[in-house]
C-alpha cells in the first residue's frame, strides 16, 4: 500500500508561519499536491509540485524533495481563515492520487 | 458556472436500501472520480472514469458501482446500504487523467443506520 504520512494537528498565531510536512512512501511518483479544506467543504487546490524545490503562491509555498520522499507546505503571515486541513496527495504511477490524512491547522488570535 | 454539483448534500439511509449520489460537472472535463473521506483516513478512491464510456475501480470499491453514460455525470451507486458506508463522498474532476488537477464538488454526506 501507499504511505503518506503528515501530522494530525497544528497550531499557530495569526501572522506567524507555519510549516506542514509530508512524507510519501509510495509506489511511483508523478508530482504531488497540497489541497486545503475547510470544515465541512470540498477540498480546494493549493499547489502543485513535480520537480526539485520550492513553488511559490502568494502567502503559500510548497517544497518538494524527491529523492527524500519529501514536502512542505509553507504558510506565512497566517491569517484566522486560514483554519483548515491540509492534505497532501501524490500522484501514483497510474496517475491516480493517494491522500494523506490531512493536518488540521488551528490559528489563534 | 457552477463546476461540479454533487446531489444530494445529506442523506440518512436505512441499511438494505439502494442509494444514489449523482455528480454532474458543467466544465466538460474527461476524468470523474469518486472519492470517501472518513476521519482519520483521508480521501479513498472508490471508483474513476478516465473518459465517457469508460471506468475503473479505485481503492476501496466493493459494494460501489458507477456508470459514465457522458461526459457531464457521473452517479454513484450503492446497492444494499451498510452502516460501514457512513461517510462523507465527494465527486471530482480533471480535464484529463493524466496531467491535470482534479476538482471537488461540496461533497455528499451520508448515513446508514
Known amino acids: 500500500g501507499q504511505n503518506i504520512d503528515q501530522p494530525t494537528e497544528m497550531t499557530a498565531t495569526e501572522g506567524a508561519i507555519v510549516q506542514i510536512n509530508c512524507t510519501y512512501q509510495?509506489?511511483?511518483?508523478?508530482?504531488l499536491f497540497w489541497y486545503q479544506q475547510h470544515a465541512g467543504e470540498a477540498p480546494t487546490f493549493l499547489s502543485y509540485?513535480?520537480?526539485?524545490g520550492l513553488e511559490e503562491k502568494g502567502r503559500f509555498s510548497s517544497f518538494l524533495s524527491r529523492s527524500k520522499g519529501y514536502s512542505y507546505l509553507l504558510l506565512k503571515e497566517l491569517q484566522m481563515k486560514d483554519s483548515a486541513s491540509y492534505l497532501c496527495a501524490v500522484r501514483l504511477d497510474d496517475y491516480k492520487l493517494s491522500f494523506g490524512a490531512g493536518t488540521t491547522v488551528t490559528v489563534r488570535a | 458556472i457552477a463546476g461540479i454539483t454533487q446531489a444530494p448534500t445529506s442523506q440518512i439511509l436505512a441499511a438494505g436500501r439502494r442509494m444514489t449520489l449523482r455528480c454532474t460537472q458543467d466544465m466538460r472535463h474527461n476524468a470523474m472520480y469518486w472519492y470517501r473521506q472518513d476521519l482519520g483516513l483521508g480521501l479513498r478512491l472508490i471508483h474513476y472514469?478516465?473518459?465517457?464510456?469508460?471506468?475503473g475501480k479505485g481503492e476501496v470499491p466493493d459494494g460501489y458501482s458507477v456508470s459514465r453514460a457522458n461526459t457531464d455525470d457521473f452517479p454513484l451507486t450503492l446497492a444494499s446500504a451498510v452502516p460501514s458506508q457512513t461517510s462523507v463522498y465527494f465527486c471530482a474532476s480533471s480535464d484529463s487523467a493524466l496531467t491535470d488537477t482534479q476538482y471537488f464538488g461540496p461533497g455528499t454526506r451520508l448515513t446508514v443506520l
Open positions: 509510495t509506489s511511483g511518483f508523478n508530482g
Open positions: 472514469s478516465n473518459t465517457a464510456g469508460t471506468t
Open positions: 509540485n513535480v520537480l526539485d
